[in-house]
């Protein structure tokens, strides 16, 4: 459904390469177990229906090799909830300001490749409360739905210690306006965490961290309304549900 990262198995010959596209999402194809494999973004607006999936086979020498395989998306369900700020948290909803930042993720997260880190199922970066989840509708005081939680909160304490999901590189570890201190990782084939809002900063850019490493504490920087954990998940580039992520794996 929309909002979810969904796994595509590819049986191919030995030395074809193989990428995807999904719109104008490109979707990269990693070997395991003698198959290929392939994570696709659904974006959580995303039309239901049927949508199509280009496959695109190099076969040795160079020449390609493009096929269609269908993919039934439909539109989940979600909450809308209403968010009250006050007038100085509500200046930070600025679009200039919200664009500017979002363009500078975004080129830093398009630039991601390399193979899977991470093993098996992710973790719980903490073990406090949901208190949000991942695709509900935003009002912003009391307006029209214009955005979906792109993230799950994590209810907690200001310095409460905030883990990493999965093995993964440091991107970013900065205080950005919108997201307060941040931290992404890197965890190759497309997959990159987020975690957000934070009173303190433990890691550096560069860095490789393990499952359950410290990143940080809890804090409530940017764009909030009292201290939690934000935590959110790209797949090429494009948020999913992080929830499904810590009960299977992916592969
Ligand atoms: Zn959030």
Same mark, same amino acid.
């Given at each position: 459904?929309?909002?979810?990262?969904?796994?595509?198995?590819?049986?191919?010959?030995?030395?074809?390469?193989?990428?995807?596209?999904?719109?104008?999402?490109?979707?990269?194809?990693?070997?395991?177990?003698?198959?290929?494999?392939?994570?696709?973004?659904?974006?959580?607006?995303?039309?239901?229906?049927?949508?199509?999936?280009?496959?695109?086979?190099?076969?040795?020498?160079?020449?390609?090799?493009?096929?269609?395989?269908?993919?039934?998306?439909?539109? $989940?369900?979600?909450?809308?909830?209403?968010?009250?700020?006050?007038?100085?948290?509500?200046?930070?909803?600025?679009?200039?300001?919200?664009?500017?930042?979002?363009?500078?993720?975004?080129?830093?997260?398009?630039?991601?490749?390399?193979?899977?880190?991470?093993?098996?199922?992710?973790?719980?970066?903490?073990?406090?409360?949901?208190?949000?989840?991942?695709?509900?509708?935003?009002?912003?005081? $009391?307006?029209?739905?214009?955005?979906?939680?792109?993230?799950?909160?994590?209810?907690?304490?200001?310095?409460?210690?905030?883990?990493?999901?999965?093995? !993964?590189?440091?991107?970013?570890?900065?205080?950005?306006?919108?997201?307060?201190?941040?931290?992404?990782?890197?965890? !190759?084939?497309?997959?990159?965490?987020?975690?957000?809002?934070?009173?303190?900063?433990?890691?550096?850019?560069?860095?490789?961290?393990?499952?359950?490493?410290?990143?940080?504490?809890? $804090?409530?920087?940017?764009?909030?309304?009292?201290?939690?954990?934000?935590?959110?998940?790209?797949?090429?580039?494009?948020?999913?549900?992080?929830?499904?992520?810590?009960?299977?794996?992916?592969?």
């Amino acid at each position: 459904m929309g909002g979810q990262a969904v796994l595509r198995w590819v049986a191919v010959a030995p030395g074809i390469a193989l990428r995807g596209r999904l719109g104008d999402q490109a979707i990269g194809f990693h070997p395991r177990c003698g198959l290929q494999w392939g994570l696709v973004a659904l974006d959580a607006l995303l039309a239901p229906g049927v949508h199509m999936i280009e496959l695109i086979a190099t076969i040795p020498g160079g020449q390609k090799v493009t096929t269609s395989v269908p993919l039934d998306v439909n539109a $989940g369900d979600y909450e809308t909830e209403t968010i009250w700020l006050d007038s100085a948290t509500q200046s930070l909803l600025d679009p200039a300001l919200i664009r500017a930042e979002n363009q500078r993720l975004n080129v830093l997260i398009a630039e991601v490749a390399g193979p899977p880190l991470w093993r098996g199922p992710f973790q719980r970066p903490m073990a406090t409360p949901i208190t949000s989840l991942f695709g509900t509708r935003r009002s912003w005081n $009391g307006g029209p739905v214009t955005s979906y939680h792109e993230g799950i909160d994590f209810d907690g304490q200001i310095g409460d210690e905030i883990h990493a999901a999965a093995e !993964g590189r440091v991107i970013l570890a900065e205080r950005l306006t919108v997201r307060g201190n941040a931290v992404f990782l890197d965890h !190759g084939a497309g997959v990159v965490s987020g975690y957000f809002h934070m009173s303190e900063l433990d890691v550096k850019p560069g860095q490789l961290v393990q499952p359950g490493d410290l990143l940080g504490k809890i $804090g409530a920087t940017g764009l909030v309304t009292g201290p939690h954990l934000h935590w959110e998940l790209r797949v090429n580039g494009r948020w999913v549900d992080p929830g499904p992520w810590l009960t299977r794996g992916y592969p």
